[in-house]
């Protein structure tokens, strides 16, 4: 059986930890890498969606095609927004909400990625 890759990593994108980014304290994020990490999850092969397996059915931008995957990608991307609001105005505090709200929902996508993979007749990594 062939190897599963992250889409992101088959599109030249080395893929983001995004459960180790999401577990550190924004208040030692500076703002540039906030604005990075924001930018990377607006981006579809780079979002935490993209971190997962490319043989997932999506659009030529990388959009998944699964309406439930994709929802949870869009959720994904709001609360990052948020958490770079909040720590554009030094509310650490929701900002770290921010982050602990957007862990959950890189939870759900993991397990609806699996479901996903598994409906195609493939095995997890």
Not at 92 to 114: K, P
């Amino acid at each position: 059986m062939d190897k599963l890759v992250p889409y992101s990593k088959t599109r030249g994108y080395a893929p983001l930890d995004w459960n180790a980014t999401l577990r550190r304290n924004p208040q030692y994020i500076s703002p540039v890498e906030m604005n990075q990490l924001v930018s990377a999850s607006q981006n579809w092969v780079t979002c935490a969606v993209g971190n997962q397996c490319d043989i997932i059915p999506r659009t030529w931008i990388g959009e998944p095609e699964d309406n439930i995957l994709n929802d949870l990608g869009r959720d994904f991307t709001a609360h990052m927004v948020h958490a770079r609001l909040y720590h554009g105005v030094r509310n650490f505090c929701d900002a770290r909400r921010a982050f602990v709200l957007a862990a959950r929902i890189l939870s759900a996508i993991e397990v609806r990625s699996t479901q996903l993979i598994q409906e195609l007749g493939r095995t997890t990594l």
